[in-house]
């Protein structure tokens, strides 16, 4: 990673900026208690950074944390030494499983209390556009480092190496999608099979086996159905959509009801029409389970 001149040099960070932060820290930090607690509140309003707030000591520590950081933006050299305690705060959202992008959206809404801060307390506009130009640059080199050393430690957990990882997982998602194209036309393969099916279930009640003819052909023509609608949830699977494991528990719960249908024309024995219902039942159970988690996902 480079180094905080390098850093500095990047952001055209010049010695008048860090005389700004003077003048921002005289504005912004006597409200320093106040931007702790209004950034818990918004990170407890969202569900994602909400988990990492389990008790009381948790939100302190938080409150305590964001205290010392922002005195140390506003009130620190920026030099390698201060680009170290933030490359800690880097590796410490490692440890904890924070996703990069929540950083950024914390960073932005800092961003936005210290930007309605400076514009209600300078009236002069050509002062305030100075000093926001300053803190943004502050802002973003403290994003800039966090997120650098949050991906380096991300890096350190690489198998291979970055570069053969890309690869492999860039050639893995081609295959995949073959393998998904291929599953389409399997599928419309057995679409036309069961098209031939149903088309023979209605001939042979037309020969004279009308009610059991009719009832294989009402099943056939239900798993055409389901046919169909695993056709449609492919092709929506392949456009990016989400796939539904429900829809294969309904194929099967067709599969049943159709078999159940041909076996009540039968002579089947207790057992076998027992473990066909008993089968039925299983999968209206585990289709009632699973249509509830996704109305609850919803």
């Avoid at 800039?144 to 430690?153: G, L």
């Avoid at 291979?160 to 860039?170: D, G, N």
């Avoid at 073959?178 to 393969?189: F, I, P, R, T």
């Amino acid at each position: 990673m480079e180094n905080m001149d390098q850093i500095r040099s990047h952001f055209s960070f010049t010695s008048e900026d860090q005389e700004n932060l003077s003048h921002l820290a005289s504005i912004l930090l006597p409200f320093n208690e106040q931007f702790a607690e209004d950034f818990y509140n918004y990170l407890a309003r969202h569900p994602d950074t909400a988990k990492y707030f389990k008790n009381e000591a948790a939100i302190e520590r938080r409150k305590e944390t964001f205290i010392s950081w922002f005195k140390d933006i506003l009130t620190s050299k920026y030099d390698n030494r201060f680009m170290l305690r933030l490359q800690r705060i880097g590796k410490t959202h490692v440890d904890i499983n924070l996703p990069g992008f929540l950083v950024d959206a914390a960073m932005n809404f800092v961003r936005e209390l210290c930007r309605s801060q400076i514009n209600a307390h300078i009236q002069d506009g050509t002062d305030t556009g100075t000093l926001i130009v300053t803190m943004d640059k502050v802002l973003d080199i403290n994003l800039s480092i966090i997120n650098s050393s949050f991906r380096e430690e991300k890096m350190k957990k690489v198998f291979l190496s970055q570069s053969a990882e890309s690869v492999l997982i860039h050639w893995s998602e081609r295959i995949l999608h073959g393998l998904n194209l291929v599953l389409m036309m399997g599928l419309l393969v057995m679409a036309g099979g069961v098209l031939v099916l149903l088309g023979l279930d209605i001939y042979s009640a037309f020969l004279g086996e009308y009610y059991y003819g009719f009832i294989k052909a009402l099943g056939s023509l239900l798993i055409l159905w389901m046919m169909i609608e695993l056709l449609h949830t492919e092709i929506e699977h392949l456009r990016g959509g989400k796939f539904h494991v429900r829809i294969f528990v309904e194929l099967a719960l067709v599969a049943f009801i159709r078999k159940l249908f041909v076996a009540s024309f039968k002579s089947q024995d207790p057992v076998t029409f027992s473990l066909l219902l008993a089968g039925l039942l299983v999968l209206g159970i585990t289709y009632f389970l699973i249509a509830r988690v996704d109305k609850e996902s919803s």
